[in-house]
Nanobody, 126 residues
Framework: QADLVESGGGAVQAGESLRLSCGVS???????LAWFRQAPGKEREGLAR???????SYADSVEGRFFISQDNEGTTIYLQMDTLKPEDTAIYHC?????WGMGKCRSWMTEHFSAWGQGTQVIVSA
């Protein structure tokens, strides 16, 4: 069984919304959990994080449009994406780390995240 499994991707029109889900293995409960995306020809980009205490933080590029949340059991994290734009087209990945201990989120650097899901494709057409 995979540790992190994304779902919910698809093709939408600009301006529409989409909610992604990531099933989280119990071994990552209390970790810093994050959403990243990678568009063709671009580097993987951090979008949203939730730490072991439930505090959230966002990249400037998506703040106010994307929202990360977690279910009460800690088994699933979500990424609510509103007012989607064509430039949001990418493969979206969830990731986990306890690099800084206590489930803290202190960086967007991909090398600090030890676990990754396979990704789910999001396509936004104009």
């Amino acid at each position: 069984q995979a540790d992190l499994v994304e779902s919910g991707g698809g093709a939408v029109q600009a301006g529409e919304s989409l909610r992604l889900s990531c099933g989280v293995s119990a071994r990552y409960h209390g970790y810093c959990l994050a959403w990243f995306r990678q568009a063709p020809g671009k580097e993987r980009e951090g979008l949203a994080r939730i730490d072991g205490n439930g505090r959230t933080s966002y990249a400037d590029s998506v703040e106010g449009r994307f929202f990360i949340s977690q279910d009460n059991e800690g088994t699933t994290i979500y990424l609510q994406m509103d007012t989607l734009k064509p430039e949001d087209t990418a493969i979206y990945h969830c990731a986990a780390t306890n690099f800084w201990g206590m489930g803290k989120c202190r960086s967007w650097m991909t090398e600090h995240f030890s676990a990754w899901g396979q990704g789910t494709q999001v396509i936004v057409s104009a």
